[in-house]
């Protein structure tokens, strides 16, 4: 063929190709960003996917959103029955981050309730500790390296390729991580002890730029009429009366940004003890255990009964 | 604006191309280049406007002087102007790239306490005061007698290579912008043009920037690689930088050729060098040649007697690499370069033959050395790196802590794989119009298209320069 005709072909398969390619992607649409709703997991990069159903598919299935880091990422929503919640925690990840997924998912949904589990990982930091979460990566889900990894991730998963290393279970479609799952041999009672041998605890010190985020955060879901629902999230026991002063000073500075009309709840008070000083509640020295997830969501769930008696009808659904 | 952004690939080459052969089909040449030499400076006032008025200003003052040096008959007059020229371009390049080293450096030595605020490096810098030394030399020599003032100005500008070369010489790319033929726009041309940048592309968003990934995570801990690691990091690091520089020169020279314009070859496969000197005659070519022909060559090259050959050859090689950076780590990388070629040609001497596999073995682990200092950010985070890589000191051997993105490694073992094929100019010569390239083209548009459209992209390490 001559240059014309080569360029001719070359322009019009390029256009085919990429329409195509962009085409297929959006029919796939596995972050329910274009095609509205459907049931929708994360199948790898926990950032990026959440970030991107933070646009459609929390806001427009959801009435209730659970955000924190890793300590909250592996509670199972699906334990409270009565409402229909996502977990937007973020392995890892700190407020600055969390914020981008609650601007779009108060933007666009109709969000009853919030709630935040008030770990120090939270607020030790400001920033983004990664490029996953940004507005390119909109685009990046008609297709991007990102998208082929979450494709591959897809397939290894649904047909239980590596199970140990790539659990097909590991996320469900309300955002829970079952981390636990991908974690092995770890011993909790050997971890909180070996710790608690080095008087090693978290460190609880609070940044200020990420406490003024959090603030923020807060303002902007009582504007939006969403309720607030903190939880300090439970430090095994001998730990926690290792670092008592520095986590209780961590809860005060904390409780300070909080109202009235807001719910707090310390689940590391005496009250509690029982169960934060079984080994048993947590994996390692601090992320839960089914039986502490269990506790925690029980402890929730008690608390929406009472702020929201009445199950939410949805009109959608 | 950089050559692997969005509004680069969508807005700015589609209209600069298509107005400037727009205005030279209608007969209106001027302006095609004066549009030609106004989106070149936007291309660059785009990262920041304010460093638009210096290459201006030297531009215009470098040609109006290059112009009066070819007249000027008294030679200690034209002496006396020539050197005032060339320390004037010194001068400037000397301000934005070495002050702040020299005032550390004179804090360390005399134990002062001179505070001064960091000089912000206007882009390309470097670059375009090499090519007007070039021209300015030129001209004391007499040799630019007649330029137009326009073309010269594109010369400098034109952006495919105004940021990080190829640098060319004015003698090879002005008669370019006076030739008639090249002003209509011609299909070959662009097709091949667009087949080197598609190439360069993903030479450097798919490979080189996989290779960041690896060579950030072992520099950005140089301190406490395992002996696994500083090799892992210091290999990514010589993989990284020849894809990320040969990607950028090769979409500089399709970008060039879609414009009908030819800009020279800076990179020949340079790890398949068998020896140092083979090594320099394939990396970054045009940089080797400005340093023969206007450092090495006046110098007295290898005129005056061996002992002066292996001065010059030192003294070219430490011009080498302070032009690459302000640090002591440059100075040192460019040793080791002049270093490894003074042993060279010491060794050409004994006659010995080495077959061309070991010298392309102790090439590549010499360069890879040197190119532990080009990278570090100290010379204390080079000297660690090359301790772990020779198993000095308290080393460990345990596992990879930088290589834990198992993703990246079909691209990782790509990259090493594509070194030794062949590179985009001698694939650019066999391209042909036929369903094979058509098929490779897509392919390639594909691949940079699902790139481009991730986050992974990063600067062009040679901006820094």
Known sequence: ?317 | MLFNSFEFLAFFLPITLTVYFLLNKYGFDKPGKVWLLACSLFFYAWWKPIFLLLICTSMVINYFAGQKLNYIENPKTRKIFYITCLLGNLSVLLYYKYTNFIVDNFNLLLTEDIVIDKIALPLAISFFTFQKFAYITDSYKGKTKGYDFLNFCLFVAFFPQLIAGPIVHHKDIMPQFQDESKKQFNTENFLKGLYIFLLGLIKKIAIADTFAIVANAGYGDATHLSFVDSWITSIAYAVQLYFDFSGYSDMAIGAGLLFNITLPINFNSPYKATNLQDFWRRWHITLGNFLREYIYIPLGGNRKGELLTLNNLMVTFLVGGIWHGANWTFLIWGFMHGFGLVVHRLWQKTKIVISDSVGLLITLLYVNFAWVFFRATSVGDALAVLKSMVGIGSVSYTGSKVLTDIYIYPTLVAGMFFLFLKNPPQLAKEFRFNTQHLLYMLGLTLIGLIYLNSITSNDFLYFDF
């Open chain 1, 1 to 317: 063929m001559n240059s014309k005709k080569f360029l001719f072909t070359y322009v019009i398969l390029t256009l085919v190709l990429v329409t195509l390619m962009a085409g297929i992607n959006y029919f796939i649409d596995i972050y329910g960003l274009f095609r509205g709703k459907k049931d929708r997991k994360v199948y790898i990069n926990e950032r990026t996917s959440k970030y991107l159903m933070s646009y459609r598919y929390i806001p427009e299935n959801f009435e209730g959103f659970i955000l924190g880091p890793s300590l909250s990422a592996n509670l199972n929503p699906e334990q409270i029955k009565e409402y229909r919640i996502y977990n937007a925690s973020i392995m890892g990840a700190n407020i600055s981050e969390l914020n981008y997924l609650v601007d779009n998912i108060v933007e666009r949904g109709n969000m009853k309730f919030a709630i935040i589990c008030l770990d120090p990982y939270l607020t030790k930091d400001h920033g983004r500790k990664s490029a996953n979460i940004t507005t390119e990566e909109y685009f990046g889900a008609l297709g991007s390296t990102n998208l082929l990894k979450t494709y591959l991730l897809y397939f290894v998963r649904n047909n239980n390729i590596a199970p140990h290393r790539y659990a097909p279970d590991l996320h469900n479609t309300v955002g829970w991580n079952n981390f636990e799952k991908e974690t092995h041999n770890i011993d909790s009672k050997r971890s909180i002890e070996e710790k608690a041998a080095k008087r090693q605890y978290e460190k609880t010190e609070i940044d200020p730029v990420a406490y003024k985020e959090l603030n923020t955060t807060l303002i902007k879901l009582r504007h939006k009429n969403i309720k607030v629902i903190g939880y300090f999230s439970p430090v095994p026991y001998k730990l926690y009366q290792l670092g008592k002063s520095d986590y209780q000073k961590f809860e005060n500075d904390i409780s300070a940004l909080f109202n009235k009309s807001d719910v707090l709840i310390n689940l590391n008070e005496d009250q509690y003890k029982d169960i934060t000083n079984d080994y048993n509640t947590f994996i390692d020295h601090g992320h839960l255990s089914a039986k502490g997830q269990h506790f925690v969501l029980s402890v929730l769930e008690r608390e929406l009964k009472q702020l929201f008696p009445a199950k939410v009808n949805y009109a959608s659904n």
